[in-house]
């Protein structure tokens, strides 16, 4: 019996020792953004259907996570292309040149709309940037200026044109990339809409990123997890409730949900791509240029990706949620993918 | 004398009274413990039931699939490359469409007319042309997978009272599917891509295989390494090491660990085993390496039991007869005691065919197509894939997460069963 074991045992360490050396890789690895993940897993699974190589493998970690990855060096047991839901920040690019990563090749591949949705059960909100502000701040300015805890418990305390309901906002945590692109985009526009805050944010930068960015922790915001689904299914449920997620869950759950109107625009495609719609935020993904000629199909993948079969207007990104950009701009990008233009 | 007597008499009635006295009360306690036990195991019945319930309305439809037939027109001028492939296989069964709804005009309507089908009708078409290239210059008629919207709308899944903007099934295509229906060339059979394919982001073609496999590889890699290195540690801490402080230590540290929240393993496989000894990510056997370390305090824990369990008279009848101290453990206790270990390395298994914690950490929480044919190929588990499915935006892919989760439970049922069955068959009564 032990001896079979002390087999057992060897056979698997020899099974390690042949494996440890990882021999180069045919299929691409790419990691980041979840919001990018539903896009990116289409065109990877476009590409592994009508060409011969491999599916590449996406990984869905985060923005961030992905940056930590991608910037870990240069090899193939580091990913070849991150996808992220912002622009790679100055600290990230310092600390990629500084593990080898010294030439990466930025591509913008569309915008995604973030939408703030109730049930279809009652009317649509009329929302601007500022109500949005007064709802979910964790402290609001009052009309001389000093900030108070928010004292506003229904939607009428906002904005007396608003429903008498309570405030319960369900949105993403502090990990998620959507709720990085809401503070900024709605919050921060709400926010500058006071004189008081307007005027902090040219005395004190950081401190008006604060009062912006935090939101209420007094249960009017509920964070609801990274699974967009379960928001939609929470709003049908409640139909005061208001859900905060990506435009292609509206889009594709358009029968049971309804965007709310910000700034008297209704989230729709064609709001979002000419930018009418305020919240909307650049799509992203990162390739290191030094893995395109080692890992087979990597061209052919950016080929497929930006194709205008695959992010044209009428293409199947399109189909699954995602805004394209405007002519001009993907010619640019095409381009940028052509010639390998580093950043 | 007969005072004593009397004394006594009066004392025992004094007793009785206060037994009888206290008697409705226990009678009343014993009662209302009962019912409490009688409703937990009610409550948990009834919870069980409301899950698998709700798991299986949301599932079972998620079995079937709607497949539609095309006539299509293979004609050999249509294929005058050499290679198939070059062959624009979109095209033909666009025309095939446009053929059966010769009255649909308008480029919007061309466009909700081809969102019938499923994107992979092209490469249905393809795959079995380059498997029988007799059929250029044929007119077959192909069965060909629904878009994941119409068979939404066939299972009844979509609310079709609200206004027809807010559908994503159109009135036409109503009309469009009721007249197939009616040329029988609409057609709700057994959905087997579910079983027999990867991951997809069309609901339509993702299936539950390539995560069944990985799950697999991943359960065998867990296995080969935790239960002979689990037994071993258990019968050395059990019948040879000396009782001492060190030994102390390690057994303490052991039911530490089971305790340890899973994805400190990821954290730990993630430092040494990828990045240490270049393990790839998102295989199975990084995933097994950190299950092992996982499910490894489990099967020492349940291995020293049953050791314990086994009579000190076994072992010194054997001693007694001359049998060395390792003939005696490896000839009469482990035999005695391997039900027991089983058992324990069964319900590790089963949890570690459930976590997905530590598994976020190594990697095997992506979008992975192709099926793993080896423990080195990058594979995902069958709990991550529901958690993907979960958070994926088609609605067809709520169904597609709870028949997911059904086939989880049908695996878990049919560990633990095997689980109970083994001990029943091996069990020995002292």
């Known amino acids: ?343 | 004398m007969s005072t004593q007597t009397e004394n006594n008499m009066e004392q025992n009635q004094n007793t009785f009274g206060v037994i009888s006295k206290g008697l409705k009360k226990r009678y009343r306690a014993e009662k209302i413990f009962k019912s409490l036990g009688f409703s937990a195991v009610l409550l948990t019945i009834a919870f069980i039931v409301f899950l698998f319930t709700s798991i299986c309305f949301n599932g079972y439809s998620a079995f079937s699939q709607a497949k539609i037939a095309l006539s299509v027109s293979l004609d050999a001028d249509k294929f005058q490359n050499e290679n198939i492939a070059d062959a624009n296989f979109p095209g033909i069964i666009k025309d095939s469409l446009q053929q059966m709804f010769p009255e649909v005009k308008s480029r919007n309507d061309k466009k909700l007319l081809y969102a019938l089908i499923s994107q992979n009708a092209a490469f249905t078409l393809q795959e079995k042309i380059e498997r029988d290239p007799s059929l250029i210059g044929t007119n077959p008629t192909i069965w060909v997978l629904a878009n994941d919207d119409v068979d939404m709308y066939l299972k009844g899944r979509i609310d079709m009272t609200t206004a027809e903007s807010d559908r994503r099934i159109k009135d036409k295509q109503v009309q469009w599917l009721d007249q197939l229906k009616r040329n029988g060339q609409l057609k709700t059979v057994f959905n087997t891509t579910f079983f027999t394919s990867g991951d997809s982001r069309e609901p339509e073609l993702a299936g539950i295989l390539g995560a069944a496999k990985g799950s697999l590889y991943t359960l065998l890699i867990t296995l080969a390494l935790s239960f002979p290195i689990g037994v071993a540690a258990a019968i050395y801490l059990e019948e040879f090491a000396p009782k001492n402080i060190w030994t102390d230590i390690i057994e303490v540290n052991i039911n530490n660990l089971a305790a340890v929240p899973s994805i400190i393993f990821g954290l730990l496989g993630l430092a040494i085993f990828i990045n240490f000894w270049g393990v790839p990510r998102s295989t199975p056997l990084a995933g097994g390496l950190v299950l092992t370390l996982m499910t490894l305090p489990t099967i020492i824990i349940a291995g020293r039991a049953s050791l314990k369990s086994v009579p000190p008279s076994i072992r010194e009848a054997a001693l007694g007869v001359g049998a060395s101290k390792v003939q005696t453990v490896f000839h009469h206790v482990l035999p005695l005691a391997m039900p027991g270990m089983l058992t324990g390395t069964i319900i590790g298994m089963a949890q570690a065919l459930g976590e997905t914690a530590p598994l976020l950490m190594i990697g095997m929480i992506a979008f992975i197509v192709d099926i793993p044919g080896s423990v080195t190929d990058p594979s995902t588990v069958l709990p991550v894939q529901i958690y993907l499915w979960a958070d994926s935006p088609e609605r067809a892919f709520t169904e597609k997460t709870s028949a997911a989760i059904m086939v989880l439970l049908a695996f878990l049922i049919f560990m633990n069963a095997a689980a109970v069955y083994l001990r029943k068959k091996f069990e020995i009564k002292w």
């Open chain 1, 1 to 343: 019996m032990k001896k079979k074991m002390l087999i057992a045992g060897a056979i698997t360490l020899s099974v390690f020792g042949t494996t440890v050396a990882q021999a180069a890789r045919d299929y691409i690895e790419i990691v980041g953004s979840s919001t990018v993940y539903p896009f990116a897993t289409v065109v990877a699974e476009q590409f592994g259907k009508s060409t011969s190589y491999k599916t590449p493998k996406i990984e869905s970690t985060g923005s961030g996570g992905g940056f930590k990855l991608f910037c870990g060096g240069v090899g193939v047991e580091y990913p070849d292309i991150t996808n992220a839901s912002r622009a790679i920040k100055k600290s990230e690019i310092e600390r990629c040149a500084a593990a080898g990563v010294k030439d990466i090749v930025e591509v913008k591949i569309g915008y995604d709309g973030i939408v703030l949705a109730t049930s279809k059960a009652k009317p649509a909100l009329q929302l601007s940037e500022k109500d949005i502000f007064m709802a979910l701040a964790k402290e609001v300015p009052t009309a001389d200026g000093n900030l108070i805890a928010n004292p506003y418990k229904t939607w009428k305390d906002v904005n007396p044109a608003l429903p008498n309901t309570k405030i319960e906002v369900l949105g993403p945590p502090p990990t998620s990339g959507t709720r990085d692109a809401f503070v900024e985009l709605a919050m921060e526009g709400g926010a500058k809409k006071f004189d008081s805050l307007a005027e902090l944010k040219k005395a004190d930068e950081k401190a008006f990123v604060k009062v912006a960015h935090t939101l209420r922790e007094d249960g009017a915001y509920i964070e609801a997890g990274e699974n967009d689904n379960l928001i939609v299914q929470k709003l049908q449920a409640n139909p005061d409730a208001v859900g905060i997620f990506g435009f292609s869950f509206l889009d594709q759950n358009s029968d049971i949900v309804q965007g709310s109107f910000i700034n008297g625009q209704e989230p729709t495609f064609d709001a979002i791509a000419d930018g009418s719609y305020p919240v909307s935020r650049p799509l992203f993904f990162y390739v290191k240029k030094a893995h395109v000629d080692v890992i087979p199909g990597m061209k052919e993948y950016l080929g497929e990706f930006t194709s205008e079969k695959s992010w044209g207007p009428e293409g199947y990104l399109a189909d699954k949620g995602m805004i394209p950009m405007p002519d001009a701009e993907r010619k640019e990008y095409a381009a940028t993918v052509k010639s390998l233009k580093t950043l």
